[in-house]
């Protein structure tokens, strides 16, 4: 009988041989395939849904730090629900060193593969889409959002079995085959061997020319329309005259904000993610193109500001994939923190995945002092996981300890004005 995309399958096919203890839910450890050296990494569902937290995060980076400086094959093998949330900021602040890792392992072109468990949720579906290729094992789902937040976000009962065969539909394993080229969908007859040697073969073509490629063909999943900004909300004029108090020049279209500004550093340009709405596919998109067009420029300095403090919990997004979105975010500062001085100020809310997409990549995190909130996912996401109805503010220098940010950035008073 041919192995099948589990834990156990994996380690059957490829002879796994630990290396070191188990972090929690991470396995890390090496095999062979067809003569082939392969090293390999199990998130498991042992405990709390296979989530990640601090010492999960640290195992794994180690991994993706050593792969980074000297390329080697990577089985990925996901069954996790994404970051360890009862574990709070300092989750956070190791998934962004994490995915900051796991950014720089794609880059240096690290031949990766992705074999999918029953959950990929959150920020496992993002370390999914660092690979080159996916699995999907017959009951998986992938998704930013699980099903159950889903269901409240759109006001429904978890119970409902209409709406979780609708979800099941959209985020399972057949949905995500139809999606991307790059997702395979098991069944019987599938020989996953060979898939596996052919999806860790290397690439003859960079990391960042993937990348690129994946950018257009995300362009190409949505409707014309949408690629295009729909409309202004105004400038949040206070954080950016404090920023750049020798002048600015910036335009925000639909939550996207792009221009230039001058402050202490001189001439630098700034890229923002400004939606005070929950971001969708589109604007991720809108945002990851102007990034990726900025990358084509000659600046020198890059300032990315962030105010989002979630991405949407709607089908709609989902069923395009919206983790996939948020990673070529990510893949776009990489390459551009590769060229520019490149820093992230967090000048309002943030958090969960969109906070990572942004935050992994750059080199400096700063949280505008009076103005920052960050936090591990909204309260209602929280509430749906947990079932607590509250998370406590974060104290002031509660970012800098947890590692979710690098310094406060004290600038004076910032009171939130829109013009």
């Given at each position: 009988?041919?192995?099948?995309?589990?834990?156990?399958?994996?380690?059957?096919?490829?002879g796994f041989?630990?290396?070191?203890?188990?972090?929690g839910n991470?396995t890390?450890?090496?095999?062979?395939?067809?003569?082939?050296?392969?090293?390999?990494?199990?998130v498991?569902?042992?405990?709390a849904?296979?989530?990640?937290?601090?010492?999960?995060c640290?195992?794994?980076?180690?991994?993706?730090?050593e792969l980074?400086a000297?390329?080697?094959?990577?089985?990925?093998?996901?069954d996790?629900?994404?970051?360890?949330?009862s574990?709070?900021?300092?989750?956070?602040?190791?998934?962004?060193?994490?995915?900051?890792s796991?950014?720089?392992?794609?880059?240096?072109?690290t031949?990766m593969?992705a074999?999918?468990?029953t959950?990929?949720?959150?920020?496992?579906?993002?370390?999914?889409?660092?690979?080159?290729?996916?699995?999907?094992?017959p009951?998986?789902?992938?998704?930013?959002?699980?099903?159950?937040?889903l269901?409240?976000?759109?006001g429904?009962?978890t119970?409902?079995e209409?709406?979780?065969?609708m979800?099941?539909?959209?985020?399972?394993?057949?949905?995500?085959?139809k999606?991307?080229?790059?997702?395979?969908?098991w069944?019987?007859?599938?020989?996953?061997?060979?898939w596996?040697?052919?999806?860790?073969?290397?690439?003859p073509r960079?990391?960042?020319a993937?990348?690129?490629?994946?950018?257009?063909?995300?362009?190409e999943?949505?409707?014309?329309?949408?690629?295009s900004?729909?409309?202004?909300?105004?400038?949040?004029r206070?954080?950016?005259?404090?920023?750049?108090?020798q002048?600015?020049n910036a335009?925000e279209?639909?939550?996207?904000?792009?221009?230039?500004g001058?402050?202490?550093?001189?001439?630098e340009?700034?890229?923002?993610?400004v939606r005070?709405?929950p971001?969708?596919?589109?604007?991720?998109?809108?945002?990851a193109d102007?990034?990726?067009?900025?990358g084509?420029s000659?600046?020198a300095?890059v300032?990315v500001l962030?105010?989002?403090?979630?991405?949407?919990a709607?089908?709609?997004?989902?069923r395009?994939?919206?983790?996939?979105?948020i990673v070529?975010?990510a893949?776009?500062?990489?390459?551009l923190?590769?060229?520019?001085?490149?820093?992230?100020v967090?000048?309002?809310e943030a958090?969960?995945g969109?906070?990572?997409?942004?935050?992994?990549?750059?080199?400096?995190?700063?949280?505008?002092?009076?103005?920052?909130?960050?936090?591990?996912l909204p309260?209602?996401?929280?509430a749906?996981?947990?079932g607590?109805?509250?998370e406590?503010?974060?104290?002031?220098?509660?970012?800098?300890?947890?590692?979710?940010?690098d310094?406060?950035?004290?600038l004076?008073?910032?009171?939130?004005?829109t013009?």
């Amino acid at each position: 009988m041919s192995a099948r995309p589990t834990a156990e399958g994996i380690r059957e096919l490829i002879g796994f041989v630990p290396e070191g203890a188990p972090a929690g839910n991470v396995t890390i450890g090496r095999g062979a395939l067809e003569g082939h050296t392969v090293r390999c990494a199990l998130v498991e569902n042992r405990a709390a849904s296979g989530a990640l937290g601090v010492a999960e995060c640290t195992k794994l980076g180690a991994l993706f730090d050593e792969l980074a400086a000297r390329p080697e094959p990577l089985l990925l093998f996901l069954d996790s629900a994404g970051a360890k949330v009862s574990e709070g900021l300092p989750a956070l602040g190791a998934f962004r060193r994490l995915f900051a890792s796991g950014l720089a392992c794609a880059l240096a072109g690290t031949p990766m593969a992705a074999v999918l468990g029953t959950n990929c949720f959150g920020g496992a579906s993002m370390l999914a889409h660092l690979a080159g290729a996916r699995l999907f094992g017959p009951h998986t789902r992938l998704a930013m959002s699980g099903p159950a937040i889903l269901a409240t976000s759109a006001g429904i009962s978890t119970t409902d079995e209409m709406f979780r065969a609708m979800a099941d539909a959209t985020i399972g394993a057949a949905g995500r085959a139809k999606a991307s080229a790059a997702n395979t969908a098991w069944h019987e007859e599938l020989d996953i061997a060979q898939w596996l040697a052919h999806a860790l073969r290397p690439s003859p073509r960079s990391a960042l020319a993937g990348w690129l490629e994946r950018h257009r063909l995300l362009g190409e999943r949505l409707p014309p329309e949408a690629r295009s900004a729909g409309g202004s909300r105004g400038l949040e004029r206070a954080a950016l005259d404090a920023l750049f108090p020798q002048g600015w020049n910036a335009d925000e279209a639909d939550g996207v904000l792009t221009g230039e500004g001058e402050g202490a550093h001189g001439r630098e340009a700034i890229i923002g993610l400004v939606r005070r709405a929950p971001l969708g596919a589109a604007a991720a998109w809108r945002f990851a193109d102007s990034a990726w067009r900025l990358g084509r420029s000659s600046a020198a300095r890059v300032r990315v500001l962030l105010d989002c403090a979630t991405h949407a919990a709607g089908l709609d997004d989902e069923r395009i994939v919206l983790s996939e979105f948020i990673v070529d975010m990510a893949d776009a500062l990489a390459v551009l923190a590769r060229q520019s001085t490149l820093e992230l100020v967090v000048t309002g809310e943030a958090g969960g995945g969109v906070y990572v997409a942004l935050a992994g990549p750059a080199p400096v995190v700063s949280a505008l002092a009076g103005a920052a909130v960050i936090r591990v996912l909204p309260q209602a996401a929280i509430a749906a996981i947990l079932g607590a109805d509250r998370e406590a503010a974060p104290e002031a220098d509660a970012y800098v300890r947890s590692g979710v940010a690098d310094h406060e950035l004290r600038l004076g008073v910032i009171r939130n004005s829109t013009t």
